[in-house]
Each structure stands twice: as structure tokens, then as C-alpha cells.
């Protein structure tokens, strides 16, 4: 007798076809869409000061000068926590899927299609059979740090979400040291790639671990100095004021108002890529060489937070690119006085005011997914480099580009005039475009040379 | 703005420090720019070495004279720290000298040392001038970094590693100390500047309840023991001498004549201004033997001084290497010269003054010797130096002269020295506990009888035993002008020493308490 | 009159006692373990709740650069050149014997003791308080830390970026590997 888990998701769907596309935009959209409306409803609400006035206004009760007023302020901050941790998870997932898709697609093979509508659900069943499996801990390994070092990398994972902006108001908390608390909370990734490789006590993960330490410890330097221009143009390291300081439309981002800016954003973008072990500097876990690097023992849970990490870390080097460089949650005409007359001053907003700020989570999730695609293009595309080139590629070039990038925008702020600015502006977009649509002319010509292909969505 | 004014206006008595920071930079430089193989490398590194000392002396003599204190407060600019800025000049010029014509730094590697050697004397500048915790942090960081560097020179020796290794942990070690020290005197008093602590220490010290009292007497005096513990370091004082004999054993032999006279006066200089402005209480020109939280400082830095005398003076006894010998006979002159520091007085300020100014030349002179007997003999023990008088005279009497120099016998230089470190110490024989001040000089004569004992070992291979082979000692002819002059002036202001005494007592004004 | 916090609450002691308790807790951890690696783990868990310290003291700059500068760089270095070393079997405390180890703990005691008197006992308020002038109001933000580097502490400042310039050359002068002399290449480079 075959014994079919709920999860034996190929019987489900053929019995069911309607059931898994309901399911599969249940997941796809209505998760993700539910954990934007609270995030929305729960992350402005999250002030002291409004909370006290919304107790007193509509319970009456003075939390204020309760005894339990923390207990309550904690349980709004678990709350909001709970949200970003889940939207990690969610994320993490749906990346894995979407990122087999494009491989399978760029590699001409169909890719994961068998759980859900289009395979969608591929990420729900994976995460419940690592789930499953066993958890096992060589005999020979550091047992306290092989099993702390997972959550280290968590840690640094989930860390950053409390500073990045997804929206006008929808921040956990903005910091006047956001940039730097970024870079500093993903160090934590560092010590745990480092710690479960030396933990695991075997080889494969030793080399792992010290390819990944040094690679992240040398590409945190030019990742770092290349932040320091926008938050140089905008005179603050607060996120939310870093992106308030940029406009809606792309001439008014950050990347096309001054060379530098623009050449600073690919150094800020290759190095978060090798900041995050993405191909192609994928060192500390290189397959062919390594086994599996750094996670080479680990199985189950621990695995899969490993894989999490690596796949939901590709939204914080996007939605860090995006917010630094790439006008962040702005909507192209909308400014500072909208969200203030939309705000009102009552205890509850208006409506508008909430689609205003839907419309502005829109703006920097769609920049942020268009990223995370060129993320998964690049990974698909190049070769891993060597030790020596990882290195060669830091400190020959990204290091002293990134410093070069520095004092240009320094002297750029002294001497070029707004005008001058706002020009550059409409050049490097015109250029940018200029350049998609060619990028674009050619990914369709080489498509079409291939025996008279077409997008073909047939299997899915 | 009136802040940053403040800080451009105090650049222009920053002079020669900046001839110095250029230079730094200007070796980096140069030490790429010029080509491994050529054969003026040395040649040029070495002239642009000496220029740049040449530069900040130039400036320096062109320095005005009055004290102020530069940089909000960071660092002084007075006589005092003049004095000690020509005297580290001094020592980087000789062992510029030497090193250029030592076997020890290869062309190739020579330029760094040239730049790491004129950024140890820029820290010690700063140590010398220092007047806020934090820079005296710093630039005791600035002068330990490249030593560390530099002890661990030779590529490849096991020795050399040690000696760098163990300078390391050491170091890092009294650093570290040093700076929790100092993090409880800024928690304790709240300012980090030394003119501003002397004062703030003394309304502490004013009774409120007995515990309380004591409670901040005791951590006051820990974190001063911990700060000690740093400057004590730097001056190779007893319970921190240990890094001392290894070393010297190990580093390059040129690095090791700057190390045994640079960082300890530049550590004196400290300990000094350190001393006057928060440890002994003021009130009067000779009254404060009575110090901070009622600790008779004093007394303590008497007892250091008596340890670390007789300590380095007993376990030189027994060495056969001489630079591990003068490694020991270095800890015991550092304890001399806290004779003076225990003196507490102008007298003793000054006679530190002179006893590092004249040890300076003794003890360069000695290390120079014992790198021309090391580049004919290709070793350094005593027995090495068997016959010497017979095979290079002038070496063996300038050897000698310097030995007995260090001894302190008339009518060397270091009698001088020697001699107003007892006048210093003496003088409160009819004050307040007299009699141990007594017990001080005593001990210290006692020493003086024993480290003749050491040097005299040497001597008498130079000059009683026979010659063990048929080697030729032709030291380099640098080398015998240098010897020749050290040993003349040693013999000259064994004499006539008018112009060290006037010297130093011009430059006995110094900033402490504000 | 304390700008920094509206008085210690609750949560604030709390967190205090959490943070302060971890931050002895990991030390003690860090000096008693056997083995370097998870010593050092332990620091930076120590590393790491000192700076949640310095963040309930309002100090989020300084609290964001302790993480970011030794929990991140320097404890990952250390991790480094333990991995290499790797001597697991040394004896974690260095003072041997009973006697020194006694009077290191009662020397020790009897400082923390006296210390914590002027604290808990006296609250001198000379001491504590007073003579130690009130932080400003937009203390321990971005801006005022870097106004004050660069009026006041200008000079350290600069001075410790000469110092960094050295200590790598210096660095570099101990790793590098012989290079070939002029007289022949005895050594060749790697």
C-alpha cells in the first residue's frame, strides 16, 4: 500500500487541479499580501506615545502610567518581529522556487513544476522534509558550536530587517545609525559560517569556513565605503532619511545624480553579492570543490536555516541596494507633503493615507524582486572565480574604486551646483534606459537565433 | 570654530612632528620608489633618513620657547618636552648611522626600517609631550607597534621570533592593563586631562566618610598601580622588565642600542609629567612627598627603584652574552634613574634629565661596540671579546670607557650622572623619613659595586685574556669615528659638565597642573 | 538632572540586569573554558552585550561599532589565529597554584568590594555625579560624536590614522617572506 502524506503533492493536484491553484496563490500572494497589511497596520502603530494615546483614547485606560505599559509595549515589538521573521521565512522560500524556475528556464530544462500550480508549492514541501529528517551531529564535532552556529547566521540574517525601510511608514524602528547597523548585524553571518565550519570538524567545512570569513571580512570594506555615498549625499545614516533625501522618479535617485553614485552602486552590488556567498562568489560552499562548504554536515532544520539564510539574505543586499541607491519606497510624484496631509492628525490615519503607503511598499518591493532577478541572471551566467581572483577583484579594484568613488562624491557635493546635478540626473537615466533597451534587443535576438524560439509557457 | 582655529593655531609649534610624519610617509615612498638592486639604495634611504631628522631639528631649534599646551589640551609644547625632543633626535640620528653600515638590515628591508624607526621616535615625542590619558595612550601604542615590528626583523630566525613574540604578549598585555587603569581614573574623576586631574584628584581627597574614603583611595590606587604598570613597561622597571634580556637577544643589534635608550627616556618623560601632575599632591617646590589617596608615592616609586637596581644588577651577574648583559644592566639603570623620581623634587627631575642624557652616549656606545665585535666574530659573548686590546685597541679602550662610564666612576660622564641622582636623593636626608632615602642611596651604592663587578668581567677578557684565534677585528671606519667621539665626549663632560647641568635647568619648565 | 533617560524604569533596570549579567557571564566563560574557540565565542557574546549596554546608555553609535568592529572583525580574526594555532590542551588561567590563585581571587574580591562601596554604600555624588559633566542632549548620536572627533579629539584622531598607517607597514614587514637579495636570490618569493 503507498502511503501518501498530505504532502504527496502530485496525487493532490491531479485530483484536485482547482485546489492547488487556489493554494498556490494562497501562498504566492496571499501570504506575502496579509503579511504586508499588518506589517502596515502593526509597524506605524509601533510608538510608544501612539500606543498610550490609543489605549487612552479608546480603552480609556491610562498605559502611560500603567506598571504594565512594557508588557504591552514588548508584546507590540514581538509582534512586529513576528512579522518580519515570518516575511523572511516566506521570502526565503518563494526565492528558492523562483530561482529554480529562471535556472531551469535559462538552462532550457523545465525546472520544479509538480507540487502546485506551476511547481509553486516546491518550497512548502521542501521546507517540511528538511523538517523531517533527521538532525544529526558528527560524533567528532563541537556539539555546543555546531549547533550554535546556525543561529548566528540567523541572527545576522534577520537582524537587519529592523532598519530597512519597506515603505513611508513602515519601518520597525529607524536608527540614526542604520547604514552602520546594517553592516555591523550581518558580521554575525560571518561567525557563523565560520563557527559551523570549524565546529562540523571535518575538512570540506574548515575550508569552507575560512573561504567564507575572509571573503566577507574583505569584501565588508569596499560593501562599506561604497554605502558611505549615498549616506554622504544625503547627510545622515538613518535609512528612512537616506531614502527621504531621494525622489521618486529615477533621475531623482541617488545612483544617476552623480557618476560616482553610479559607479559606487555596482561596487556596493558585487561586493554584498560576495558579502553574501552568492555566485559568483559562491567560495564557501563551492560544490565541486568543497562538497558543501561550510554546511557539508549539517542536516534537517539546521540545514534548512542554513539555506534560508543564504536564499532571504539575497532581499537585504537587494532591498539595501534599492533603498541606498535606488529611491527606495518613493512613488514617482508623491512627497513628504502628501504623506503629511494624507496623515492627518487624528489618532487614525485616512484611508488615502494607507493606500499611499501601499503604493509606496509596492514601489520598493517591485525594485527590490527586480533585483533579486538580476541576482539569480548572474548566478546563472558566470563561472565561479578563484581564491585569487576573489581576492585580486577586492583589493585591487573594488577597494580603491570604492575609495575613488568616496572623495569624487565628496568633491562632487563641494563644487558641482543643483542644476549640474539635476542634469546628470536626466543623462545617466537617459543612458541607463539607453542601455536596458539594448540589453533587451539583444536578449531577443539571441533568443529568436535558437530555431525560431518563443517564450513558451507550455509546461507549466 | 573658535575649537578648529585652535587646532590649525597649534600646528605651527607641531613643526617638527610634521617634518617627521612627512618623512614617514616620504621612506614609505622612497623605499618603493628606489630599485631593490641598486647600489646607492642604502646610501639614499640613509641621507633621506638623516634629512629628515635633520628637518625637525632645524625646526625644533626654531621652535618658540614658551610652554603651551597645543591641540585643546592633547600634547604640550614646553622647555621639558624640548629637551627630551633633542635627545630622541639624537639617538634616532646615531642609530641611523649605525644601522646603515650593520650587517643586519639588508638593502632591501632597510627603508621600512628607516620609516618604522622615525615613526617610534614621533611617538616618543608624543609620549615626551603628552597631556591627556588618551594620548598618552596612543603614543605609547605608536612607539610599541613598530617595535614589535622591528624586534621580529631578521627573517627566518627563531630568535628573532621569539623576541618579537614575546614583545608582543607583553606589551599587549601592559597596554591592556594600562588602559583599564586609566578607564577607572576617568570613571572615578571624569576628565582624561592631566592638568585637569591633579586638581579634580585633590578635591576627591577631601574626607567625607571613612569607607567611602577608603573605597576610593583603594580603586584610585589600583587603576594608578595599572597605569604604572604601562609607563613601567615602557622603562623596563621591575615586575615588568621581563620582555627585556629576550628581547635584545633577539631583535637586530642597532634596534636594540635605540630600544635601551629611546623608549626608556621617552618612558621617564612621561613618568615625570605623569608624577607632577596628579600622583605627588602639589604645594610648595619640594612638598609633595605626600601624594594622591595618601599613598606616599614616592616611597613606592623608591622601593621600584631599589628592586629593579639590585634585580638587574644580580641576574647580569651570571650572563655570558653581552647583550643580554646589557639587556640586565639596562633594568638596572632604569632603576637609578627612578632614584630621581623617588627624589620627588626639581633636583630629581633633573637629574634624570641627565643621567638619560648622558646614558644615552655610554649605552649607545657600549651597543655599538659589541655590534663591531659581533661583525668580526660573527657572536656576542664575553668570551668573544678575549684579547681584544690586542687585536683593535682603540675598540677595546672605547669599550672600556663606556664600561666604566655605565660603572659611574669619575671622571666619565656617568659619574655625573650618577653622582646628582645620589645629590637628589640625599637632599631630604634631614626631611620627612630621611632615613630611607638614605637606605635608597645605600642600596644603590651597593649596586654600583656590583654592576663593577659585571662590567669588569668584560674588561678583563678584553684586556688580561688571551686572544682565542687569529681573528681580525677592523671595525668599520664609521664605526671607530663614532666610538672615538662617544668616548671623548663621556671623557669631556666628565669634567666640564657646566653645559648639561645649565641645559636641563633651563628646561625644567614644564605644563601640569592647570 | 540626567538627559539620558527619563529615570531608570523598569525595563531599563531589567535590561540592565540581563545585559550586565550576560556580559560577566560570557567573561567568566571566556577565561575558565578549556577550549580556545568556544572562549572565544564567549567573548563575542560579551562583545555583544556590551554593546546592548551601550545602547540602553543611549550611546547607539558606539554600541553599533563595538558589534560591527570586535564582535565582527577582530573576534573573526582571533577566531582565525586560533584555527591556526589550534593548541587546544593549554591551561586556560595562567596564575598555577593555589596560593597565587587564592590571592589573585581575594585581591580581586577585596578590590571589587571597595568599589562597589563608593557605588552601592556611598553614592558620592562627588564622585559619581557631579564632577562629571552632564552628557548634551543629543548625546551619543552620529553627529555629535563626529563633531566632537573633530574639534576636541581632532588630534588623537588624526594621529591614530598615522599610527593604523604604520602598524600595517609594520604587519607587513613581519608576514612578508624574505624577498631576494641583490647578491644572488637565495630565498625565491612563493
Redesign the interface.
Known sequence: MRITLGLDSTSLSRRYPRLAILATLFMAFGLPLGLYVAALAVFPLNTPERLDAMAEQWLGYDLAGSPYRYIVYTAFLLLVAFIAVNYTAVFGGVSTWVERRVAGRMQSRIGPNRPGAAGFLSWVADAVKMILKEDTIPAEADHLLFRAAPYFSMVGLLLPFVVLPFGEATVVTDMNVGVFYVAAASAFVVVGILVSGWASNSKWALFGGIRGAAQVMSYEIPAGIAMMVPVLMAGTLSMQGIVRAQGGWPWQWFVFQNPAAFVAFFIAVTASLAEGNRTPFDLPEAESELVAGYHAEYSGFRLAIFLMVEWANMWIMAGLAVTLFLGGWQVPGYGAEDYARLLGTGLLPAPGWFGLQLLSMLMFVVKTWALVFVFIWLRWTLPRVRVDQMMSLCWKYLVPGAFLCFVVTLVWQLLVPPAGVAFTGYALTALALFVLAKFAVATRRNISKVAGHRVDLGNW | MT??QF?IA?ASWFRPELAL?AG?LLL?LLDVLVR??SRYRVAVLTVAALACVGVAAALLAFQPVESRA???G??ASDPFATFWKWLFLGAAALTVLIAARSDEF????IG?FY??LL?VV?GMF?MATSL?L??LY?AI??VS??S???A??K??DRRAAEA?LKYVIYGGVASGIMLFGLSYIYG????TNLTALGV?LE??AAP??A??Q???R??LM?AVIFVLCGIGYKIAAVPWHMWCPDVYEGAPTPFVAFLSVGPKAAGFALAVRVFYSFLASGGGPEGFARGLADVPWPAVVGVLSAVTMTLGNLSALHQNNLKRLLAYSSISHAGYALMGLAAASQLGVQSVMIYMLVYLVMNLGAFLAVIAIAQATGSETIADCNGLSRRHPLLAVTFAVFLFSLTGLPPLAGFVGKWYLFVAVLSHYAGDGGAWYVTLAVIAALNTAISLYYYVRIIRAMFIEAPAGELVVRPRVSYQIMLGTFSAALLLFGVWWNPLIEWTQASLTFLTRG | MNYILPGPSLLDKLAFIVLASAVLGFGLLTVTRKSAVTALMALIGACCALAGLYATLSAHFLAVLQVLVYAGAIMVLFIFAVMIVNRDDEQPIALRGLFLRAAGVLGAGYFFYRLAWIVVRERRADVLATSITLPIPEYGNVASIGRLLFSDFLFPFEAISLLLLVAVVAGVLVARPPRPTPSGDRERVA
Open positions: 575649537i578648529t587646532n597649534s610624519t614617514i614609505f631593490k638592486q597645543m591641540f585643546n592633547m600634547i639588508p638593502s632591501p628591508r621600512v620609516a618604522l615613526s614621533l608624543l591627556d588618551l594620548m596612543l601604542e605608536m607597534l613598530p614589535y615590528a622591528i621580529g626583523y627573517p627566518g618579537s572615578l574623576v571624569g576628565s579634580r578635591s576627591l567625607a566618610s569607607g567611602g577608603l573605597g576610593l583603594v580603586a589600583v
